[in-house]
């Protein structure tokens, strides 16, 4: 199970409406046409969709991944895991806790994300399924996010935990990707390096590993 899920967490493109220049399903076929393994459905901050019209894209947008064999997370929003028949769900330290996540859906996959060796002390890591990264480089897509924590941070992870699936997060392009997966990581998780681009597919594409 544990070397499956880290090769569907390879090419992980995270997003929502507000991050795409054009329709969203489109983006998604055009990432899938490129290459992605993974898609996490991350409605939120400033014109984000909310209640029947955020479900609404989930369900096309989990549809999409369906059709694909794209695996399908839905992040923060406990509430969406079981209308759009998620995968799993990614949660952030200040969402709902892990325990109470792992109890209501005992066989979802549920990713974490971590900045520092704080929150992995404070962390039940032995009940997540995979662990988020970052963010590893500068970004400016999450209005809140930490410090940059570089690729040494994927490092000190990966020898912490050897068999834990890991995704780095934050700043991630075609130029430096790669570094990060050298760097321990089982996979990227990208947003606007992919919905951003001029040719989604063909930048999808250019992530060589
Ligand atoms: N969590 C840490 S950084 C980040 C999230 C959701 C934003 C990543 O976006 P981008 O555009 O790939 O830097
Ligand atoms: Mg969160």
């Known amino acids: 199970m544990t070397s499956t899920l880290k090769k569907r967490l390879r090419k992980y493109l995270v997003m929502g409406s507000q991050n795409c220049k054009s329709n969203p399903v489109n983006t998604l076929e055009s990432a899938i046409a490129g290459g ?3 898609f996490q459905y991350r409605e939120k901050g400033e014109n984000a969709l909310t209640g029947d019209a955020k479900l609404h894209l989930g369900k096309q947008l989990r549809e999409t991944c369906h059709r694909h064999n794209v695996l399908f997370i839905v ?6 895991v079981r209308p759009l028949d998620a995968d799993g769900i990614h949660v952030g330290q200040d969402d709902k806790s892990v325990q109470e996540i792992r109890k209501s859906f005992p066989d979802k996959i549920i990713g974490l994300s971590v900045s520092n060796t704080r929150e992995v002390t404070n962390s039940p890591i032995n009940m997540v399924d995979y662990l988020g990264a970052g963010p590893i480089f500068s ?3 999450k209005a809140d996010a930490k410090t940059p924590v570089g690729v040494e941070w994927v490092k000190t992870l990966r020898k912490e935990f050897p068999n834990l699936p890991i995704v780095g997060i934050g700043g991630i392009n075609t130029q430096n990707a790669t570094s990060v997966i050298q760097s321990g990581a ?5 947003i606007s390096a992919i919905t951003q681009a001029l040719n989604i597919t063909e930048v999808v594409n ?4």
């Open 36 to 38: 992605i393994t993974a």
């Open 186 to 190: 089982d996979g990227v998780a990208i």
């Open 139 to 141: 970004t400016n897509t």
């Open 206 to 209: 250019d992530l060589k590993f």
């Open 75 to 80: 992040n923060d929003d406990i509430d969406l």
